[in-house]
């Protein structure tokens, strides 16, 4: 299991727009035969989780397997800020190519993530709601063969996955 350590110390709060952001998916779910919430506990899911929660009147469960990756250093910075701290970092390596302190090994990320995934949905039945973020969502679509790793998610975004007898397929992206 990651260590919370660093993750989440420089993540700001939910701003305006993603308040929005949270509060028009909830909306967007409010009809929906919701079982069961479950959120990465990391603080921006966490809030959009809570947001969700509350306007669906659903209890919130938290997840850690369902977190970011944690870039240990570069935690809090923007590309550009690990552009100049890092210019030797290549890309599309997904370690950076470095020996970062704190950073979660690629491999170790999306077995976590995969993990997670499948331990979810072995506890839980009904139609799940998972607020997480972007890099998760990365590696459960690919994971379901349905998306690049490099593809950007939205904030705020709904994947509906509907399980069938044999897999899982998108209906909604």
Known sequence: MPKKDGMDKKAPALN???ILNAEESAGALIEKKISCII????????????IISKKVNMPLHFNELLRERNVG??????????????????????DFGLDLKGLEKWSSFTERIIEGFHEILDAYNGDI????????????????GVGQIDQVVPNGSILQIMETSKDFRIIQS
Request: hydrophobic share 30%.
């Open 16 to 18: 305006e727009s993603g």
């Open 129 to 144: 709601v998972i607020v997480t973020h972007g890099g998760v969502i990365q590696v459960i679509k690919h994971h379901l």
């Open 73 to 94: 250093e570069l935690s809090g910075l923007t590309v550009k800020e690990i552009m100049e701290k890092h210019p030797e970092i290549k890309f599309p390596d997904y």
């Open 39 to 50: 959120s990465s506990d990391l603080t921006r899911a966490r809030e959009t989780g809570e």
